[in-house]
Nanobody, 121 residues
Framework: QVQLVESGGGLVQAGGSLRLSCAAS????????MGWYRQAPGNQRELVAY??????NYADSVKGRFAISRDYSKNTMYLQMNTLKREDTAVYYC????????????????WGKGTLVTVSS
């Protein structure tokens, strides 16, 4: 079993920055991919970014503004969010899986409970 706990959400003005953290515990030996999803009220869940080994991937909506990273020594994943926009407002979820993170999020093995990011104008 793997437990994921997000932190770092909050209220920020448009143009500002936040860094989200996802602390992982448990048996991480089989986890090959981790990432961040977000879901805004009334919207579908969106895969924001994921990291597999040294490879990263981003949604077009955040490319150039967000950066995902993973510190294996601390079992922690990060999402640095810069130049935040109002449309980035959402609950952000950490996710982990052995194989892949699909855009819909269906079938993902492990989820955190989420952290709320609110971007004000």
């Amino acid at each position: 079993q793997v437990q994921l706990v997000e932190s770092g959400g909050g209220l920020v003005q448009a143009g500002g920055s936040l860094r989200l953290s996802c602390a992982a515990s448990g048996n991480m030996a089989d986890i090959n991919v981790m990432g961040w999803y977000r879901q805004a009220p009334g919207n579908q869940r969106e895969l924001v970014a994921y990291i597999r080994g040294g490879s990263t991937n981003y949604a077009d909506s955040v490319k150039g503004r967000f950066a995902i990273s993973r510190d294996y020594s601390k079992n922690t994943m990060y999402l640095q969010m810069n130049t935040l926009k109002r449309e980035d407002t959402a609950v952000y979820y950490c996710a982990a899986d052995r194989l892949r993170l699909v855009p819909s999020g269906r079938g993902i093995l492990y989820w955190g409970k989420g952290t709320l990011v609110t971007v004000s104008s």
